[in-house]
Every structure is written in C-alpha cells, then in structure tokens.
C-alpha cells in the first residue's frame, strides 16, 4: 500500500521559509523516484522539484536557490525546504512519487512538468500561502 503524507505548510509573510514534509511507505522511499508539484487556483499544475532514485535533484527555474530537496532515510520522509517565499509560491503543494523503473527513467530525463504526469501516487495536499 503506498501512502504519501504531506504536511508542514501554512501562511507566512513574503519572504520566511517553511518546510514541507513527505512521509512515504517505506517500499516507495527506497526505491522510488519523487518529487514537489504545486497548483494555484486557475493555473495548471507544476513542477517544483525531484529527486531521483540516486539521489539527483532538478528544480523548477522559478524555485532555484530558494528551494532545497533533502530526505530523512530514518523517517521515510522528504522534506522541501522554502525559503525567501514570495506570494507567487502560494498554492496547493503535493507530493508524488513512483516506483517504476521506467517511470523513473523517463522522468530523469523529461522536464519536470513531464515528471507531474508520469508519477502515478499523490498525497492529499498541503496548502502553502505567501501574503
């Protein structure tokens, strides 16, 4: 059974940091690809960030330097590190991951947007708002 756990988001003034958590299944943890994806309301879904099964981390242009994937190994957790927020950032964050080599494969080398279709397991959700 694979089960992603967001948490961690909230409101905060432009520029202050949050950091969202993503507890996953410990199979999913081990051997999956994962990643960050965010939706504002009236705009599509995008992709944040990702980090594959050897570890590399791609980040969306509009996130780099501001944002830094890490992973608990202890916790089966993935964390998003954000700091210097702006209100842009406000939206729906989820976490998804996948645990198909091929899966895995296409996305590390499709852009990220590619990787918010191909990944197949998605938490609920944690809303992050900027003001």
């Known amino acids: 059974h694979v089960q992603l756990v967001e948490s961690g988001g909230g409101s905060v003034q432009a520029g202050g940091s949050l950091r969202l958590s993503c507890a996953a299944s410990r199979y999913m943890y081990d051997n999956g690809c994962m990643g960050w994806f965010r939706q504002a309301p009236g705009k599509e879904r995008e992709g944040v960030a990702t980090i594959d099964t050897d570890g590399s981390t791609r980040y969306a242009d509009s996130v780099k330097g501001r944002f830094t994937l890490s992973k608990d190994n202890a916790k089966n957790t993935l964390y998003l590190q954000m700091n210097s927020l702006k209100p842009e950032d406000t939206a729906m964050y989820y976490c998804?991951?996948?645990?198909?080599?091929?899966?895995?494969?296409?996305?590390?080398?499709?852009?990220?947007?590619?990787?918010?279709?191909?990944?197949?397991?998605w938490g609920q959700g944690t809303q992050v708002t900027v003001s």
């Open positions: 998804a991951a996948d645990s198909s080599p091929f899966v895995c494969d296409v996305m590390r080398t499709a852009t990220i947007a590619t990787a918010s279709v191909m990944l197949n397991y």
